[in-house]
């Protein structure tokens, strides 16, 4: 299928399919030598799928879109933006295919009706003041909230079982290259300042009360907005906190968002 992309997964030569991989993360990381900006690996099932903070992440066939992207000589000071980057993207794709029903927890999950259907891990190889990137997403869509009962996933939901929409893998993971493709020029071009209303708008976590867990200790207080390095602003007792995704958890005071 024809991306229809300006550079990213455009050609043959710029995407891989498997039919299974431990992580397609993974496999950029170790081929990221001989991989061109903007190649696409896409795997029918993922067998170690990593998420934040370490935790652990399986697809079976078909039931999720899983791939990831290579972005090469990445500013080091964009890294921190890339999640929330993918998040965008995610969400624009989706709103072409369910209008309205997705939203963001900070920093880059996608929601539906309160349950996580989609999770995003950047990750960076670094040279000098440069590096490169690798951008995974994974995105539910089949399967039925018996199933995530069944694996202890109470927070999760697929497109189909919140939505009762079966999304064509191959449509989705198209205009979602689509949608990223324009944020990461304009970030690249003129900095997060521009695009952060519009995460801003999409962002559940912004405004709400919420819980905050890092080092051990959880907190509660009110998001406030997102910091031009992407970190949430938090006021937490009356003191105004930044928040960084790699070092804590964030939840909705009463729910998960």
């Known amino acids: ?25 993974d496999y950029i990381k170790a081929h990221m030598a001989e991989l061109a900006h903007g190649t696409v690996v896409l795997a029918k099932k993922q067998t170690a799928g990593k998420g934040r903070i370490g935790r652990k992440w399986e697809a079976d066939k078909g039931d999720c879109l899983c791939f990831s992207f290579a972005l090469r000589d990445v500013p080091i000071h964009h890294l921190p933006l890339l999640p929330l980057i993918c998040g965008m993207a995610g969400v624009d794709a989706l709103d072409q295919l369910i209008p309205g029903k997705t939203g963001i927890k900070w920093p880059n999950d996608l929601v539906i009706e309160g349950k996580k259907v989609c999770g995003i891990l950047c990750e960076s190889l670094f040279s000098g003041t440069q590096a490169d990137a690798v951008c995974g997403i994974g995105i539910n869509l089949r399967q039925t909230q018996a199933q995530f009962t069944a694996a202890g996933l ?11 929409r079966c999304v064509s893998p191959q449509t989705l993971l198209q205009k979602i290259l689509q949608a990223f493709e324009p944020l ?74």
Request: contains cysteine; negative net charge.
């Open 184 to 257: 990461y020029t304009q970030l690249c071009q003129e900095g997060f300042a521009s695009l952060r209303p519009q995460y801003e708008a999409r962002c559940l976590t912004v405004g709400k009360e919420i819980r905050v867990m890092q080092n051990g200790r959880e907190s509660s207080g009110t998001a406030l907005g997102i910091a031009e390095n992407g970190n949430l602003l938090c006021n937490l007792g009356g003191e105004i906190v930044a928040i960084s995704s790699g070092e804590a958890s964030v939840r909705g005071l009463y729910g998960y968002v």
């Open 154 to 164: 109470p927070h999760a939901g697929s497109l189909f079982s919140l939505t009762g």
């Open 1 to 25: 299928m024809d991306m229809e992309t300006q550079w990213l997964g455009n050609g043959t030569e710029k995407r891989r399919y498997f039919t299974e991989l431990p992580s397609t993360n």
